[in-house]
Each structure stands twice: as structure tokens, then as C-alpha cells.
């Protein structure tokens, strides 16, 4: 289940970092492509990366962008969500820092705005998935206060 956001994403992300502000139209989302495509290579092209977004909105899909002045320099896509393992909770699908900002503390600083975000719609968590061997992406969830709560399994279905 998906929940709409009970206060504006805006102003909870405006009152503490200038720097963050919610991607949502076409041309945010045309902008946030080649920075979303470092993180996710599998996106074919900008139109469907839009489309898709656009199609996840529906479902409480929200992306936030970081600016180093009107460069946009990392990303990341969020939704709340409720489960019966976790309640409400905000998940993190994408986070994704440039290669050339890496290092300047980006992907914290959208970590926690998230956090805020999560904590202002009463949410019991925050959570999100890296793979087993994404040790650098590890250890930054560590130092930024993130534990491992789980292993997730999967299994690829053939589709055609």
C-alpha cells in the first residue's frame, strides 16, 4: 500500500537544505536522466526513464535533486509505503550521487532530508536495499546511521 504525502514535501526539504528541492515535472525529470542512468544503466533512454517515473508517481514515487548551484549533482527517488513487517515507512528506491560529487557529503545530505520527510509523515522507518557486494555503498549507510535489517531474496521470472 502507498501513501500520499500528508504535508508538503516542499516545505519540509526548504526549511533545512536550500541545496534539495523536489524533481516532478517533465523537464526536472528530462534533467535528472543522465544521473539516474550512472545508478540505473538499464534505462534504455529518456523517454522511458520519464514514463516510468511519471507511471510510479501514481504509486507515491517522488524524486528529490541536490544542487551545487543550478548543477544537479545527486538524487534521490523515495515513496511511503505500509507493510505488516515495518508499518508505515519511507523507502528508498534510488540514491545516486555524480562520480564527479562524489565525496562532498551529497548523498547524506538527501539521507537526511529523507529522514525528515519520513519522520514529518509518521513514518516508523526508513529503508532501503543495496546489493550484498556494494561494500563502498555499506559502509557509507553505516557511517550515516543505516544497519542491516534484513536479506532479501529473489528470484527472476521468465517472462516471455
Given at each position: 500500500?502507498?501513501?500520499?504525502?500528508?504535508?508538503?514535501?516542499?516545505?519540509?526539504?526548504?526549511?533545512?537544505?536550500?541545496?534539495?528541492?523536489?524533481?516532478?515535472?517533465?523537464?526536472?525529470?528530462?534533467?535528472?536522466y543522465?544521473?539516474?542512468?550512472?545508478?540505473?544503466?538499464?534505462?534504455?533512454?529518456?523517454?522511458?526513464?520519464?514514463?516510468?517515473?511519471?507511471?510510479?508517481?501514481?504509486?507515491?514515487?517522488?524524486l528529490?535533486?541536490?544542487?551545487d548551484?543550478?548543477?544537479?549533482?545527486?538524487?534521490?527517488?523515495?515513496r511511503?509505503?505500509?507493510?505488516?513487517?515495518?508499518?508505515?515507512?519511507?523507502?528508498?528506491?534510488?540514491?545516486?550521487?555524480?562520480?564527479?560529487?562524489?565525496?562532498?557529503?551529497?548523498?547524506?545530505?538527501?539521507?537526511?532530508?529523507?529522514?525528515?520527510?519520513?519522520?514529518?509523515?509518521?513514518?516508523?522507518?526508513?529503508?532501503?536495499?543495496?546489493?550484498?557486494?556494494?561494500?563502498?555503498?555499506?559502509?557509507?549507510?553505516?557511517?550515516?546511521?543505516?544497519?542491516?535489517?534484513?536479506?532479501?531474496?529473489?528470484?527472476?521470472?521468465?517472462?516471455?
Amino acid at each position: 500500500m502507498t501513501h500520499s504525502p500528508n504535508h508538503p514535501l516542499t516545505s519540509v526539504l526548504d526549511l533545512a537544505d536550500p541545496a534539495l528541492r523536489p524533481l516532478d515535472g517533465p523537464r526536472d525529470l528530462r534533467s535528472a536522466y543522465p544521473l539516474m542512468h550512472e545508478l540505473r544503466p538499464h534505462l534504455a533512454s529518456e523517454a522511458e526513464f520519464v514514463a516510468r517515473v511519471e507511471r510510479m508517481g501514481a504509486q507515491g514515487y517522488r524524486l528529490v535533486g541536490a544542487f551545487d548551484g543550478s548543477m544537479l549533482v545527486a538524487l534521490a527517488g523515495y515513496r511511503l509505503q505500509e507493510n505488516l513487517v515495518y508499518g508505515t515507512f519511507l523507502y528508498v528506491d534510488d540514491l545516486v550521487t555524480s562520480e564527479a560529487s562524489r565525496g562532498g557529503q551529497w548523498g547524506a545530505r538527501l539521507l537526511r532530508a529523507l529522514d525528515r520527510v519520513g519522520r514529518a509523515e509518521g513514518c516508523a522507518r526508513l529503508v532501503l536495499d543495496t546489493g550484498l557486494a556494494n561494500s563502498r555503498a555499506q559502509r557509507f549507510y553505516f557511517r550515516e546511521g543505516l544497519y542491516s535489517g534484513a536479506l532479501r531474496f529473489q528470484k527472476l521470472l521468465d517472462t516471455h
